[in-house]
């Protein structure tokens, strides 16, 4: 909308300095008067230099019909442009609200979402989650590492299909002994994928909020062991 109205206006004035320079400096006092008002320009603004460049016009050489119907053609293209926006931003809020509904309704339920490392509250504390397969094959194994890098515990899956192959690690290191609280990674391996190849990991929690953010940031979810993840994210939902 703002650069319809900021272009079509100097040209329209340029018009009128060609016949008449008291028609410039009139429509430039307007354009000037509405530009301090507003930083851009409205279906008033738009008129109010229509207006003023009728007034001042010269008379043995009046404003063309051609553009004057043009520059009418634009103010209502502008003006409805300006309701679609009014549309959109009401649409957008009424989204955010159903969406916000929606949201609640996940509180408390189990959410399975793409996470690479998990945290763990209390000592020997069980994880579940789930693998990317991303071919059939012979076998995957999920390894679970402390903040060193070092293996705690690996578990084997078997052969699996495409898909995603669930898991449970019982919170146990490989002698038997608890794993600490603390934060842990997960890496998974593939039988015939390349290990420069990275393979999806989730991990399973309890929902315990809900954020709705704002601009691009949208809705993200509080998980219990991962902690606050976009909602594109969440790859399941279970009671």
Known sequence: MTATTTVQYPTAAAQAAASNPTAAAAAATAAATATSNATTLGGTDFMTLMLAQLKNQDPTSPVDSNTFLTQLSELSEVQGITQLNTGFTALSSSL???QAMQASSLLGHTALVSSSTVS??????????????????????????????????????GAQATGNASFTWDGTESNGQKAPAGTYSLAATVAGVP?????????????????????????????????????????????
Do not use: C
């Not at 679970?144 to 890098?149: A, I, R, S």
């Not at 309890?206 to 979810?221: A, D, I, K, Q, Y």
């Open 195 to 239: 290990s420069s190849t990275a393979v999806a990991t989730y991990v399973a929690g309890t929902v315990n909020s809900v954020t709705m953010g704002g601009g691009t940031t949208g809705l993200t979810v509080n998980v219990a062991g991962v902690g606050s993840v976009p909602f594109a994210n969440v790859e399941q939902i279970s009671q």
């Open 120 to 157: 763990t509250s209390t000592a020997g504390a069980p994880v579940s989650g789930a693998v990317a397969v991303p071919q059939t094959t012979s076998g995957v194994i999920v390894s679970v590492l402390d903040n060193t890098g070092t293996i705690v515990k690996q578990i084997s899956l």
């Open 96 to 98: 955010t609200s159903g």
